[in-house]
């Protein structure tokens, strides 16, 4: 007979995107800068990207998917694929929520560290917040998010990169 292994009881994954970031058109290719969900049209430099460039939502939609051991999501969502040229990144986060949701897992929580010199984004965080709980299904006090600089240092302390790491704890919630 076959041995199966008990279900475990937790999986944790994590998440890291970067983009560069670039001047928007006609001085660079850079497109509107969005994290979270958040757009910051006043903000002079935007993501050099296939989709919309939302780092967040690409880096919890890697934690997801790794937790899981999935494949990830450049192998899923491939960026040379014209059916996500220029897309909402939200699509990518309800893809992972639906392989999420068939898994037999939930988020437990998640912890998220933007990283970029500007712009400030501490105004902005309950509002990121709500929509990726939106997106996953779960509640806003499963989900925190920390804005840091890089003190002036290198490419992301010169403002030319914002990066993001997540982790993220699933439990498990059916008797399959
Ligand atoms: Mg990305």
Redesign the pocket.
């Known amino acids: 007979m076959a041995h199966q292994s008990p279900p475990l009881a937790f999986r944790i994954g994590h998440g890291y995107?970067l983009?560069r970031l670039e001047p928007h058109p006609p001085k660079g290719q850079g497109r509107l800068l969005v994290l979270g969900g958040v757009q910051f049209p006043e903000h002079p430099t935007g993501p050099i990207?296939h989709s919309d460039?939302d780092?967040v939502y690409?880096a919890v939609t890697d934690a997801i998917l790794g937790a899981l051991s999935l494949p990830d999501i450049g192998q899923l969502f491939p960026d040379n694929d014209p059916k996500y040229y220029g897309v909402d990144s939200s699509i990518f986060l309800r893809g992972a929520a639906a392989r999420l949701a068939s898994s037999g897992f939930a988020i437990a929580n998640l912890d998220i560290t933007v990283i970029c010199e500007r712009p400030k984004l501490s105004e902005h965080k309950s509002k990121m917040i709500a929509n990726i709980a939106r997106f996953l299904g779960c509640d806003r006090s499963q989900i925190n998010i920390k804005g840091k600089t890089h003190e002036e240092v290198d490419a992301l302390g010169d403002g030319r990169a914002v990066e993001v790491h997540v982790v993220a704890l699933l439990a498990h919630t059916s008797n399959e």
Do not use: E, K, R, Y
């Open positions: 995107d983009h990207s460039g780092a690409h």
